[in-house]
């Protein structure tokens, strides 16, 4: 600040603060090539009272010598005189803009009319000032020019600060207007969406990148708001782009924003502005606790049945088999032998069924430790695709195996990272019922191992995405709909992440990540 010694001074005491110059408050730039001229329009502007501006002043005779000053240490104010020898004061007005975005031009003639002031002003002259001006007309011009400078910089660096918090900022900052095309779109919506800030520029927002099934909500909400009502909060699903980070299977993104309106000062244009928070991971994880919170209400009531419920159904089957023998001895036609033996397998075929459904559910259901060991994933898929392989011939699907050694190797449960991935191909063979080509995958990635199991069979429709790992949830005729469920809740245990991708028509892949073990190698 002016007049208060610096930590500099302070170091430097032989040298006393008020012997330095002060720093120059604006810079002006004459060009004319009177010289008397010249020297009078100086001594205007450094003495007196033009002192307490501390005023560098910069000459130049020519036009293209005014230029070339200008584009290599620029200025804050020129005095142009109308008649150069190069060229008109009024022509250079357009380059010396150019040259210095934020400066002013001030117009000196000693030819001076209406409509040349008029002319010089349409032009983009801040004033127009003829040579016959008292000096403290000039300096009170200058001094009007400097100030408008100097707000259109703070104007420019508050712009700049707004625009690097807008793209910087880890929230989506979209701007709409009353339509609903998007005029400001920033750099995280952009990543967001796959689409670059120019190029979102005046597309439908809403038909866009909002889920068909609350577009209708947010263009009421955005409706509401342009008219002057209240702010208000709204969450939609978002459409978001190719190159976003993958979701968890089921899970659209979901986007929660925050609308208001504004009006930009002088400009007739009303914008809501959407401040959108991305919640997919909230919501993802509410809903696995959610789920985690019913499976274990779920365990307690499971282990306590399960006793009641085996017996009954060991003693079924043994009671089928002593059926079995007793129509063995029966003197009736073979036919009606076979039709008794028939019954007799489907019933305990569906009590098979059973069983098999409560041991799934008791796993679904027990709160069991994992071992933490190294596991050679390459060899575990390896061992899983060739126990299906019959399976899979059977169906007319051809396997393609593309399993990696170096780096495979995870930390987690052999036989539950088994039972993951048998599930998995069991499932991607029984998807393409008219054969196809199951792929198998394992590579390292970054700090996992990557498991895919791939199929070509007529993908997941989104309606069944969303629900793939809830309990119970099946599209199998004869499917407990508790096998994902327990693929998740594996994978959950080892600290990994699970997600699909499908295409209708074009067959699904399943992504699995395993931590990747430390200090073992393939």
């Not at 609308?259 to 993802?284: F, K």
């Not at 069983?355 to 259901?365: D, G, M, P, Q, V």
């Not at 198998?440 to 007529?458: F, L, N, Q, S």
């Amino acid at each position: 600040m002016k007049g208060v010694p610096s930590a500099t001074d302070a170091a430097h005491p032989a040298v006393p603060p008020y012997t330095r110059a002060p720093r120059p408050s604006g810079r002006v730039l004459i060009i004319d090539d009177n010289a008397d001229l010249v020297g009078a329009l100086r001594a205007v502007l450094v003495t007196g009272p033009a002192s307490r501006l501390h005023l560098e002043v910069v000459t130049a005779s020519r036009g293209d010598e005014a230029l070339a000053i200008a584009r290599t240490s620029g200025f804050d104010v020129a005095i142009v005189d109308v008649k150069l020898p190069d060229t008109s004061g009024v022509d250079l007005i357009e380059p010396l803009r150019i040259a210095s975005p934020f400066s002013e031009v001030v117009l000196i003639t000693g030819f001076a009319t209406m409509d040349a002031a008029m002319g010089a002003l349409r032009s983009g002259a801040f004033a127009f000032v003829p040579k016959s001006f008292h000096p403290e007309e000039l300096l009170a011009t200058v001094e009007q020019a400097l100030l408008k400078v100097r707000l259109k910089r703070e104007r420019e660096e508050l712009e700049r600060r707004y625009r690097a918090l807008v793209e910087l900022t880890d929230v989506l900052v979209v701007g709409l207007s009353a339509d609903g095309r998007v005029a400001l779109f920033n750099r995280k919506a952009s990543a967001l969406t796959g689409v670059s800030s120019e190029s979102a520029l005046g597309r439908d927002f809403l038909e866009s990148w909002v889920a068909p099934e609350d577009r209708h909500r947010m263009r009421e909400s955005v409706a509401h708001v342009g008219e002057g009502g209240r702010s208000r909060d709204i969450e939609v699903g978002f459409i978001d782009g190719p190159k976003c980070a993958p979701l968890e299977a089921g899970m659209p993104r979901r986007i929660r924003f925050h609308l208001s309106s504004a009006r930009a000062e002088g400009e007739s244009l009303q914008l809501v502005y959407g401040i959108g928070i991305d919640v997919t991971e909230r919501r993802a994880l509410e809903k696995r606790a959610a789920d985690a919170e019913a499976l274990s209400a779920m365990g307690a009531l499971a282990l306590n049945l399960a006793h009641e419920i085996r017996n009954p159904l060991n003693a079924a089957v043994l009671q089928l088999h002593m059926l079995g023998r007793d129509v063995d001895k029966l003197d009736v036609e073979p036919e009606v032998r076979g039709k008794l033996h028939k019954r007799a397998h489907i019933v305990e075929g569906e009590i098979g069924r059973l069983s098999r459904l409560l041991t799934e559910f008791l796993e679904l259901a027990r709160p069991r430790g994992i071992a933490r060991e190294p596991v050679h994933i390459g060899g575990l898929v390896d061992a899983v695709v060739d126990l299906e392989r019959d399976a899979a011939s059977a169906r007319g699907v051809r396997i393609v195996r593309q399993i990696g050694t170096d780096g495979c190797v995870a930390v987690g449960d052999l036989s539950k990272l088994k039972q993951v991935v048998l599930n998995l191909v069991v499932n991607s063979i029984e998807a393409m019922k008219e054969g196809g080509t199951l792929t198998a995958t394992v590579v390292p990635d970054a700090e996992w191992v990557r498991i895919t199991i791939g199929d070509t069979g007529p993908g997941i429709e989104p309606e069944v995405l969303a629900n793939v790992f809830d309990p119970f949830f099946t599209t199998k005729e004869a499917g407990t709909g508790l096998g994902l469920s327990i693929v998740r809740k594996i994978v959950d245990q080892h600290g990994g992440d699970i997600r699909i991708e499908t295409e209708r028509g074009a067959g699904t892949r399943v992504h699995v990540l395993i931590p990747a073990g430390r200090g073992h190698t393939g």
